[in-house]
């Protein structure tokens, strides 16, 4: 366990159509050797405009930093899908604001990045449970330092369908910046249900 993470995630979404308008809940939780980072995501994704799905949203972040902490982060940004027979590819392009606050020994101050995924689903299905396979990349800009690139998610996942349950399974190795790019190995298992 000392050279990998886990992380959980629960996803609620309140309509089934894709197409419509989409309240999500999200919760995380992120573990390694110990629990160290949980947090609650409410979001609010708007109708699709010609395969354009607009979003905002509220994280509220505890996180174990020698001793815990807690902060608060906004987001808003689109998801851009393009499917076609070789597959579906979905864009998503996040900006995120953490405003500046003193909390006890805590003190943080404004930061905004911005975030751009590239994820890809192979134009297959296995099994009843429409078993597919995805391969993603996510890159970080630290919008504070001259939009300077800080961060890497590169992942493979395997996504499933069980009735209301949406389960996918993935593994991605992280590159930050600030420990000199070495690679930290993330095993992931995330559930949405969908309502």
Do not use: M
């Given at each position: 366990m000392k050279n990998i993470f886990i992380w959980l995630t629960i996803l609620f979404v309140?309509?089934?159509?894709?197409?419509?308008?989409?309240?999500?809940?999200?919760?995380?939780q992120r573990i390694k050797d110990k629990f160290y980072y949980e947090h609650t995501d409410l979001s609010f994704f708007a109708k699709d405009y010609k395969n354009v799905k607009a979003f905002t949203g509220y994280r509220f972040?505890?996180?174990?930093?020698?001793?815990?902490?807690?902060?608060?982060?906004?987001?808003?940004?689109?998801?851009?899908?393009?499917?076609?027979?070789?597959?579906?590819?979905?864009?998503?392009?996040?900006?995120?604001?953490t405003p500046g606050h003193e909390l006890g020994n805590l003190r943080a101050d404004n930061n905004s990045r911005f975030r751009e995924r590239v994820k890809y689903y192979l134009p297959l299905k296995y099994?009843?449970?429409?078993?597919?396979?995805?391969?993603?990349?996510?890159?970080?800009?630290?919008?504070?330092?001259?939009?300077?690139?800080?961060?890497?998610?590169?992942?493979?996942?395997?996504?499933a369908k069980i009735g209301k349950f949406?389960?996918?399974?993935?593994?991605?190795?992280?590159?930050k910046k600030s420990s000199g790019w070495r690679g930290q190995n993330v095993l992931g298992f995330l559930v949405k249900y969908v309502f």
């Open positions: 309140s309509i089934a159509n894709i197409d419509a308008q989409n309240l999500i809940l999200e919760q995380d972040i505890v996180e174990d930093k020698n001793d815990w902490k807690s902060y608060s982060r906004f987001h808003a940004g689109a998801n851009v899908k393009l499917e076609k027979k070789w597959g579906k590819i979905v864009f998503r392009n996040r900006y995120e604001f099994t009843k449970y429409e078993i597919q396979p995805n391969i993603s990349d996510e890159f970080f800009f630290d919008i504070n330092k001259g939009f300077g690139y800080t961060r890497n998610r590169f992942a493979i996942g395997l996504g949406k389960p996918e399974l993935y593994y991605f190795q992280e590159f």
